[in-house]
Nanobody
Framework: QVQLVESGGGLVQPGGSLRLSCAAS????????MGWYRQAPGKQRELVAM???????NYAASVKGRFTISRDNAKNTVYLQMNSLQPEDTADYFC????????????WGQGTQVTVSS
């Protein structure tokens, strides 16, 4: 069964931190690169960070140096540590496997909402 469950979002002040978690079913997690994505109101979903099966990482320019993606293969879980949050980071955050044509992925979890506001 395909399952993606994101958690850890919330309201945080600018400059604050949050740690997002995503529990994925084995069919998605194992043998796949994984990514965190976000969608702000009125905007297209965008890739925030990705991690390979070997632990290599890559980040969108807008979050590089502030966000850190990691994965726990034993728990089928991927994390996103977000530091120095800014209002422009406000969005719904989703995880999913990462592939070149990730926009064609047809299953997404419910996401977790992150709001950065004073």
């Amino acid at each position: 069964q395909v399952q993606l469950v994101e958690s850890g979002g919330g309201l945080v002040q600018p400059g604050g931190s949050l740690r997002l978690s995503c529990a994925a079913s084995g069919s998605i997690f194992s043998m796949n690169h994984m990514g965190w994505y976000r969608q702000a109101p009125g905007k297209q979903r965008e890739l925030v960070a990705m991690i390979t099966t070997a632990g290599g990482t890559n980040y969108a320019a807008s979050v590089k140096g502030r966000f850190t993606i990691s994965r726990d293969n034993a728990k089928n879980t991927v994390y996103l540590q977000m530091n120095s949050l800014q209002p422009e980071d406000t969005a719904d955050y989703f995880c999913n496997k990462f592939q070149g044509n990730w926009r064609s992925l047809d299953y997404w979890g419910q996401g977790t909402q992150v709001t950065v506001s004073s």
